[in-house]
């Protein structure tokens, strides 16, 4: 099994700034992309940043030149620096990673237990 553990979350004032860690552990060969989802009330759950094992990345036009992802291989490890934090990235903030769990084998879909970020004064 693979688990993803979250660290980071918390209050912030707008335009404040807040980063978000994600581990990855367990039976993992080789992990495809790691990336960002948030949730927020009565709200579908959506894609705010993801980052390719080629460092590719793809962000979400609503946090485009605030937020950046990035990622520690060694640790199996995904961040991402939020600044200018606003109001309505409000939001449960969940971990993804798509695990190989042996070389060439499925691709597994994993999430993390999700960090709440709130972006008020």
């Known amino acids: 099994q693979v688990q993803l553990a979250e660290s980071g979350g918390g209050l912030v004032q707008p335009g404040g700034s807040l980063r978000l860690s994600c581990a990855a552990s367990?039976?993992?060969?080789?992990?495809?992309?790691m990336g960002w989802y948030r949730q927020a009330p009565r709200n579908e759950r959506e894609m705010v940043a993801t980052?390719?094992?080629?460092?590719?990345?793809n962000y979400a036009d609503s946090v485009k030149g605030r937020f950046t992802i990035s990622r520690d291989n060694t640790k199996n490890t995904v961040f991402l620096q939020m600044n200018d934090l606003k109001p309505e990235d409000t939001a449960v903030y969940y971990c993804?990673?798509?695990?190989?769990?042996?070389?060439?084998?499925?691709?597994?879909?994993?999430w993390g237990q999700g960090s709440q970020v709130t972006g008020s004064s």
């Open positions: 993804k990673a798509l695990v190989r769990r042996s070389t060439a084998g499925v691709v597994f879909h994993y």
């Open positions: 367990g039976s993992i060969s080789s992990i495809e992309l």
């Open positions: 980052i390719r094992s080629s460092d590719g990345t």
